[in-house]
Nanobody, 124 residues
Framework: QVQLVESGGGLVQAGGSLRLSCAAS????????MGWFRQAPGKERDFVAA????????YYIESVKGRFTISRDNAKNTVYLQMNGLKPEDTAVYYC?????????????????WGQGTQVTVSS
């Protein structure tokens, strides 16, 4: 079992930055690949970024490449999403997720544990 708690969301103007954190407890964090997803009102939950258990590989959707950075600190059991150059279309509830199987995935069905989400609102 893994418990995930996100923090760091808020209201920011377009072009601004936020850093999301996801603190994990329970199963050894270092054995889990981690992902960030987001869900805008009335839309599906979409993949944003993922990182392998060791942190050596990352993957992003095209629309956030160069603006968002996923990272992790296994000593602190925490994964981060640094978001720069935010746009109104980034507005959504952001969720972190843990995958206990080998390798990362862009499919939400491949993730085993989820946080409660944190709201990110970008004003124009």
């Amino acid at each position: 079992q893994v418990q995930l708690v996100e923090s760091g969301g808020g209201l920011v103007q377009a072009g601004g930055s936020l850093r999301l954190s996801c603190a994990a407890s329970g199963r050894p964090f270092s054995s889990c690949a981690m992902g960030w997803f987001r869900q805008a009102p009335g839309k599906e939950r979409d993949f944003v970024a993922a990182i392998t258990d060791s942190g050596t590989m990352t993957y992003y959707i095209e629309s956030v490449k160069g603006r968002f950075t996923i990272s992790r600190d296994n000593a602190k059991n925490t994964v981060y999403l640094q978001m720069n150059g935010l746009k109104p279309e980034d507005t959504a509830v952001y969720y972190c997720a843990a995958r206990v199987s080998f390798g990362y995935s862009t499919d939400s069905y491949d993730y085993d544990y989820w946080g409660q989400g944190t709201q990110v609102t970008v004003s124009s």
